[in-house]
């Protein structure tokens, strides 16, 4: 049963930084790129990271390029975010994500790309 748990989640003052793990099981996790997505209240879903199967390719959104960092531990099947210079708008629900397909790494992609999320981690950015 392929399985993905979100946690590091919390309240961190505007400007702060916060770290956010997966831990991935059920599958063979250096099969897959992995993804990073959040979800506003009341907005759309929005990629902001993925990571290639080495870890050694990464993608950003434009909005957290330079300011966050994914990365995955291969050996322990856990994906990493590390998000610095948080911003109160960037309060939302942040899910791990698994691609359909193996051995891809899209640089555009749909949800429809996406098969498996976690049940998400809250992150709250403000006083």
């Known amino acids: 049963q392929v399985q993905l748990m979100e946690s590091g989640g919390g309240l961190v003052q505007p400007g702060g930084s916060m770290r956010l793990s997966c831990a991935a099981s059920?599958?063979?996790?250096?099969?897959?790129?992995m993804n990073w997505v959040r979800q506003a209240p009341g907005k759309e879903r929005e990629w902001i990271a993925s990571?290639?199967?080495?870890?050694?390719?990464?993608l950003y959104a434009d909005s957290v390029k330079g300011r966050f960092t994914i990365s995955r531990d291969n050996a322990n099947n856990i994906l990493n975010l590390q998000m610095n210079g948080l911003l109160p708008n960037e309060t939302a629900m942040y899910y791990c994500v698994k691609y359909r397909l193996p051995y891809v790494h899209y640089v555009r992609r749909t949800e429809k790309d996406f098969d498996t999320w976690g049940p998400g981690t809250q992150v709250t950015v403000g006083p």
């Open positions: 059920g599958f063979t996790f250096t099969n897959f790129a």
């Open positions: 990571i290639d199967r080495a870890g050694t390719r990464p």
